[in-house]
T-cell receptor, first 112, second 110 residues
Framework: EAGVTQSPTHLIKTRGQQATLRCSPI?????VYWYQQALGLGLQFLLW???????NRGNFPPRFSGRQFPNYSSELNVNALELEDSALYLC???????????FGPGTRLTVL | KNEVEQSPQNLTAQEGEFITINCSYS?????LHWLQQHPGGGIVSLFM???GKKKHGRLIATINIQEKHSSLHITASHPRDSAVYIC????????????FGKGTHLIIQP
């Protein structure tokens, strides 16, 4: 069974640009979570999608947004990139809500 | 004060030693998760538990809901166990993103 996949692996952008990160959950999983791991800040919850709807978001500005598609894959968009957005972005999926989460390999975003 | 506190922050031990990593939390939770992160970033879910004890191979996780405390034990530790171990909690009730501890950096020396 294929695990959670994320693309791209690495992404380099300049300040002010937009970044789009993609996540495909494990087949049959309907919940997708996005997390940010910035250097020195640890892992922080960004967004949670379940059944196509945004269910909850962490303490991040509105320029962090996303969506979940009918096939349950998800996209994270970061607008007006700032230097401090440089981080590893991890996606996780679970079978319905409130279940064990399985993580993808992450997308490393570098903002220059 | 962080909602999830882990100790120790760093731990170096010899191969074969019994390892204990502790996690305390200050909020109501629906479940507690133990995660393992290797260099390069990949995260593996080790356990999700809401009561009692779970065992998988050489790994054992326990939780005491009344005391808001959990422990992760590694028996017969091996250099391949070297990684960052992260405790995280989910609150449930419609707010199901995980809240993470800062992690314990474990090094097992041969």
């Amino acid at each position: 069974e294929a695990g959670v996949t994320q693309s791209p692996t690495h992404l380099i952008k300049t300040r002010g640009q937009q970044a789009t990160l993609r996540c495909s959950p494990i087949s049959g999983h309907t919940s997708v979570y996005w997390y940010q791991q910035a250097l020195g800040l640890g892992l922080q919850f960004l967004l949670w999608y379940d059944e196509g709807e945004e269910r909850n978001r962490g303490n991040f500005p509105p320029r962090f947004s996303g969506r979940q598609f009918p096939n349950y894959s998800s996209e994270l968009n970061v607008n007006a990139l700032e230097l401090e957005d440089s981080a590893l972005y991890l996606c996780a999926s679970s079978f319905q809500r409130y279940n064990e989460q399985f993580f993808g390999p992450g997308t490393r975003l570098t903002v220059l | 004060k962080n909602e999830v506190e882990q100790s120790p922050q760093n731990l170096t031990a010899q191969e074969g030693e019994f390892i204990t990593i502790n996690c305390s939390y200050s909020v109501g939770i629906s479940a507690l998760h133990w995660l393992q992160q290797h260099p390069g970033g990949g995260i593996v879910s080790l356990f999700m538990l809401s009561s009692g004890k779970k065992k998988h191979g050489r790994l054992i996780a326990t939780i005491n809901i009344q005391e808001k405390h959990s422990s992760l034990h590694i028996t017969a530790s091996h250099p391949r166990d070297s990684a960052v171990y992260i405790c995280a909690v989910s609150n449930g009730g419609g707010a199901d993103g995980l809240t993470f501890g800062k992690g314990t950096h474990l090094i097992i020396q041969p």
